[in-house]
């Protein structure tokens, strides 16, 4: 398939990666590494996406049971490779030169093992290697369409900082563009109107290229297009940036109570904050309020979630932000002042009454919603209160693909010459989160691999 409008340039890859977040990055690294001439291109005037916006903990299950009992909705074939390709990927980096920690934190967002790690230096390595080995790395590059000889992707065209029109002719095309969580007319299309009340979380340039590419070759989609991942924030906040993208995150969440703006429980807090999130943004007005005590925020609320993060008064910097707040030496006086924001009070006396017996008693369910057995009430004075509202860093749903990384369409055929990795991946993750970065270098890994497989100079040459 020819593009109908003239071109200013032609050039030759043998691969070219639509993205430089880590799932692109690490595609382009290891295309590079097994011998091909790679073009990495970036529609941004910087690289990296959102995961240069990361803490940079490269962390996912610790096992395959551990995948499937977190997220049973995700699909477990990727699930079950991504686990046992971890260690490798981990060695990778060690080896790399890159700071990877000694010591792993467990339990991350509840379930996950990781290692805290230099996201830039990771970053900058692979655009490294690409560069060593005779490819380029380009920012300011949008992808205008991917080039097709009938069902065979050949290449893509893209504009360049000049405005020009660039063909790029390749064996294959990795699709590593982040997911969709900026274009606000999928997220209504698979989330619902509340979507448009959504945070945007990320770098404003996942818009769903790499969907909307891989559909116009027939790919198929997957699963989990209506499940993200992101953090609670504050609410309302004055500003957004990326700066607050960490700070303004309320990871403390599942040490609280969360009620609705009917004031009533909705979730197991227990479950996490990224799983509460999600939980909120199908409230009235996709809203929440937290309500804990004091033990929580100087405890959980001001403890550092990931290394590096430094320990801060997460309710304080919400507050300082601009967030609808209520403070009270007492649960009753602290209720009294949560009602005056429109909320029923005596539901919410309600709720808390019966949240507090039945996590005193063991857990169980109190009007119709868990309590964990871990739950423990508001109980040291002061109390806090906390309006807050979900934000979106990337989408769980997008292109099916297989464990190579090979875009398949509805059939199950691969489309050959494309591939995927990262957030454009749909399936891995579903409600459940399996981690950002880990799952993107994998992936990114597999697409890289079976992307330079399609070069049709034999790759122990070196010669393109």
Known sequence: MKHPLPVNEVRRADVVVIGSGVSGSAA???AARTGAKVALLEKLDTFGG????????FWTAPSVEAFRARIPL???????KLVTDYEEALAELR???????DEP???IMTFGIGYSTDIQGILTWCREQVIATGGEARTGNPIVELLRDGREVTGVVARDGDG???RYDAAAVVLASGGFQGARDELSRHIGPNADRLLLRSNPGSVGDGLRLARATGAAGTTAMSTFYGHLIGYPVHRFEPSDFLPYSQYYSSSAVLMNLRGERFADETQGDELLNQAVTFQPEARGVLIFDDHVRTTEGTEEPFPGLGTIDRYNVAVEAGAQHAEAMTLEELLDAVATWGIDGERLRSTLTRYTEVARAGGGVAHGVPVATTARPPQTGPFYALMVQPSITFTFGGVRTNTDGAVLD??????PGLFAAGADIGGLSNYGYAGGLAPAYITGRWAGRSAAARCTVPLATGEH
């Open 105 to 107: 934190q467990r339990d």
């Open 74 to 80: 995700g699909n477990l074939e990727l699930g079950a």
């Open 164 to 166: 020009r029109l660039v």
């Open 95 to 101: 080896a790399s030169g890159v700071r990877v920690a």
């Open 28 to 30: 382009a690294m290891t």
């Open 410 to 415: 509805y059939d199950g055929r691969p489309v």
């Open 50 to 57: 959102s995961a240069a916006l990361s803490a940079g903990m």
